[in-house]
């Protein structure tokens, strides 16, 4: 069992979409399978207990700025759920003087950060990738923060650079290789960083086909 205290893992804002009308957006709190800062990894189902607990209880976790629990929330969180990406999140920021500040500096990408607030119930050492897997936690709170960790909003920019054909550094080929969820040996990485040879504004798919993972 975890010690039950309050963690928290930061995540950059990832898919976020506010509505004028409504005052309401959808974000991601958490996204999963990425080793933070304190070597702990969210994994599929670890928030799925704790969703049908809030729900069971008409509870949600509290929305705040910055962890602070001595301030008055920002607004209410409306809805959750967990799905192939990390812990999805419906909410509305109230009609308050931080609620409308938090609002006007996200819309101008002032804001990109997010963090959830959790007490571990259950979790096992990750041989292999040499984190802590998360299994189970309860979510107490999520906050809007200033700063993500920097090892998400790495592989965040990353993934989607890849995604748009930009060409990576061997340096963000290298991270993107670290957090590959088989888990490579650190020569393995070497050897592939060592062979990837991008020229121009190509990336060298040629190479990096060879390796399931990239297909």
């Known amino acids: ?4 205290t309050l963690r928290h893992v930061t995540v950059p804002m990832f898919d976020f979409k506010y ?14 399978n990425i080793i933070d800062h304190a070597g702990d990894r969210t994994v599929n189902g670890c928030f799925v207990k704790s969703i049908e607990r809030h729900k069971s209880n008409r509870t949600m976790p509290k929305q705040l700025w910055m962890h602070n629990p001595r301030e008055l929330p920002v607004g209410p969180w409306l809805d959750m759920k967990e799905d192939d990406i990390g812990l999805f999140l419906k909410g509305r920021l109230s009609d308050t003087t931080t609620g409308r500040d938090i609002r006007i500096l996200a819309k101008d990408g002032a804001l990109d950060s997010f963090s959830i607030g959790y007490i571990v119930n259950e979790e096992r050492w990750n041989r292999d990738l040499m984190c802590n897997d998360l299994i189970d936690v309860d979510i107490k709170e999520v ?17 989607s650079k890849l995604g748009d054909g930009k060409v990576l550094t061997k340096a963000e080929l290298r991270l993107l290789l670290e957090s590959v969820p088989a888990g490579l040996s650190k020569r393995q990485i070497e050897r592939i960083t060592a062979d990837y040879k991008p020229s121009g504004e190509e990336l060298d798919l040629k190479t990096l086909e060879e390796y399931d993972f990239f297909k």
């Not at 069992?1 to 039950?4: A, E, I, L, R």
């Not at 906050?143 to 993934?159: R, T």
């Open 143 to 159: 906050s809007w923060v200033n700063f993500a960790c920097n090892e998400a909003s790495q592989l965040v920019d990353i993934k």
């Open 19 to 32: 509505d004028s009308e409504s005052g309401e957006f959808t974000c991601y709190g958490n996204v999963k």
């Open 1 to 4: 069992m975890g010690n039950k």
